[in-house]
């Protein structure tokens, strides 16, 4: 297993994950953590999980930034689901500690697979569409366009947003890989303007959930490597924002399926192995 990895590298893997997390408005913990663990495996949980939500925090906020300059974001809908996201957020950052190291693989593992499994059950991929008369289907849609023939369930969002931002910020995940599924598919909105308001969402939890590693002394432990990725991450926001523009919902959510269910299998996997030994 990779124990270490040069620091010159650190800023490419933070684009990438950038770029990505941006485009799917997830925020890139969910690539992110995999990846710290497999880098780090003698590293605590509480460690790698500042470390995420940190980089998820500076993803988060460029991608927000670029968001909101398209006028995706539907800040109504973000102000009251971040009322249940910040204190489970905060919550899940305060129970990180406790958590033995093949558990949290295990836990992580068994979330990412379950959600991937939870998307595929709609191989055909139909999102959500604007009904407006004479709205342009190949056009990304602004917040005003977020009509769907169902208003979204905002007390339905709002509940399931408390325990995506306790179990996101536990993991370190930052939630968007939770929260962008479940936005799109249980609570009833458009998957762009989903991601863009999941981002405004994301940047808030994250920074609750980092203080909450900084007062608990977690955070130092990885300042460096923190600053090494943000450089990337930042740069690579902006460009996912830009893909996001031609890249099609469907294939947004397949690739999400695809990347989630690669990964979670082989978090699994270790955090089995791990307990069996």
Do not use: C
């Given at each position: 297993?990779?124990?270490?990895?040069h620091?010159?590298?650190?800023?490419?893997?933070?684009?990438?994950?950038?770029?990505?997390?941006?485009?799917?408005g997830?925020?890139?913990?969910?690539?992110?953590?995999?990846?710290?663990?497999?880098?780090?495996?003698?590293?605590?949980p509480?460690?790698?999980?500042s470390?995420?939500?940190?980089?998820?925090?500076?993803?988060?906020?460029?991608?927000?930034?670029?968001?909101?300059?398209?006028?995706?974001?539907?800040?109504?809908?973000?102000?009251?689901?971040?009322?249940?996201?910040?204190p489970?957020?905060?919550?899940?950052?305060?129970?990180?500690?406790?958590?033995?190291?093949?558990?949290?693989?295990?836990?992580?593992?068994?979330?990412?697979s379950?959600?991937?499994a939870?998307?595929?059950?709609?191989p055909?991929?139909?999102?959500?569409?604007?009904?407006?008369?004479?709205?342009?289907?190949?056009?990304?849609?602004e917040?005003?366009?977020?009509?769907?023939?169902k208003?979204?369930?905002?007390?339905?969002?709002?509940?399931l947003?408390?325990?995506v931002?306790?179990?996101?910020s536990?993991?370190?995940?930052?939630?968007?890989?939770?929260?962008?599924?479940?936005?799109?598919?249980?609570?009833?909105?458009?998957?762009?303007?989903?991601?863009?308001t999941?981002?405004?969402?994301?940047?808030?939890t994250?920074?609750?959930?980092?203080?909450v590693?900084?007062?608990?002394?977690?955070?130092?432990?990885?300042?460096?490597?923190?600053?090494?990725?943000?450089?990337?991450?930042?740069?690579?926001?902006?460009?996912?924002?830009?893909?996001s523009?031609?890249?099609h919902?469907?294939?947004?959510?397949?690739?999400l399926a695809?990347?989630?269910?690669?990964?979670?299998?082989r978090?699994?996997?270790?955090?089995?192995?791990?307990?069996v030994?």
């Amino acid at each position: 297993m990779i124990a270490v990895i040069h620091p010159v590298w650190l800023p490419i893997l933070g684009l990438l994950v950038g770029a990505l997390g941006t485009l799917i408005g997830a925020g890139g913990g969910f690539i992110l953590v995999p990846v710290l663990l497999l880098l780090y495996p003698r590293e605590d949980p509480d460690t790698i999980a500042s470390i995420s939500l940190a980089v998820v925090f500076f993803n988060a906020a460029s991608g927000s930034i670029a968001y909101a300059r398209m006028r995706r974001i539907d800040y109504h809908a973000a102000a009251l689901l971040l009322l249940t996201t910040v204190p489970g957020s905060i919550l899940g950052a305060m129970t990180t500690s406790s958590l033995d190291r093949r558990l949290f693989d295990a836990l992580l593992g068994a979330l990412l697979s379950v959600t991937a499994a939870f998307l595929l059950i709609h191989p055909e991929g139909e999102l959500p569409q604007s009904d407006e008369p004479g709205a342009n289907r190949n056009d990304p849609p602004e917040v005003s366009k977020n009509s769907n023939p169902k208003r979204p369930k905002m007390g339905l969002g709002i509940g399931l947003s408390g325990i995506v931002g306790y179990v996101s910020s536990l993991l370190g995940i930052g939630g968007g890989i939770v929260h962008v599924p479940l936005l799109v598919r249980v609570v009833g909105f458009d998957v762009h303007v989903a991601t863009a308001t999941s981002h405004l969402i994301l940047a808030i939890t994250a920074l609750s959930g980092i203080l909450v590693h900084v007062i608990g002394g977690a955070f130092h432990r990885g300042l460096v490597r923190t600053a090494l990725l943000a450089i990337g991450v930042i740069v690579g926001a902006q460009l996912g924002a830009k893909a996001s523009l031609i890249v099609h919902g469907r294939w947004i959510v397949r690739s999400l399926a695809v990347a989630l269910g690669l990964v979670g299998i082989r978090l699994l996997m270790i955090g089995l192995k791990g307990f069996v030994e």
